[in-house]
């Protein structure tokens, strides 16, 4: 059985830094394209972040550009998110997505993300 855990959100204040822990068990995504999504209270889900199988690319939301780093250790089948400089509106759940098949959907895309997390809260305080 493949699972993805989140785990690292919590509360933080404005400005403040948070680093988020993608752990995959039951397959390896070393091959595979690896993403952070968020939804917020009344939206939709969106991108924040997307690396590829090797870390050679990665893609950000222009919202979290600079401010953000995702990494891999595929040693570990771990993902992560580094958050800095915080922001209020960066509050929402965290989700760990994995892609395995081959898709015309785009990797920013979630509908191309086979394997989700169960989420984690991330609040941002003024």
């Known amino acids: 059985q493949v699972q993805l855990v989140e785990s690292g959100g919590g509360l933080v204040q404005d400005g403040g830094s948070l680093r988020l822990s993608c752990s995959a068990s039951?397959?390896?995504?070393?091959?595979?394209?690896m993403g952070w999504f968020r939804q917020a209270p009344g939206k939709e889900r969106e991108i924040v972040s997307y690396?590829?199988?090797?870390?050679?690319?990665?893609y950000y939301a222009d919202s979290v550009k600079g401010r953000f780093a995702i990494s891999r250790d595929n040693a570990k089948n771990t993902l992560y998110l580094q958050m800095n400089s915080l922001k209020p509106e960066d509050t929402a759940v965290y989700y760990c997505?994995?892609?395995?098949?081959?898709?015309?959907?785009?990797?920013?895309?979630?509908?191309?993300?086979?394997?989700w997390g169960q989420g984690t809260q991330v609040t941002v305080s003024s």
């Open positions: 997505a994995g892609r395995i098949l081959i898709t015309s959907w785009l990797l920013t895309d979630q509908r191309g993300y086979t394997y």
């Open positions: 039951g397959r390896t995504f070393s091959s595979n394209a």
């Open positions: 690396i590829t199988g090797n870390g050679g690319s990665t």
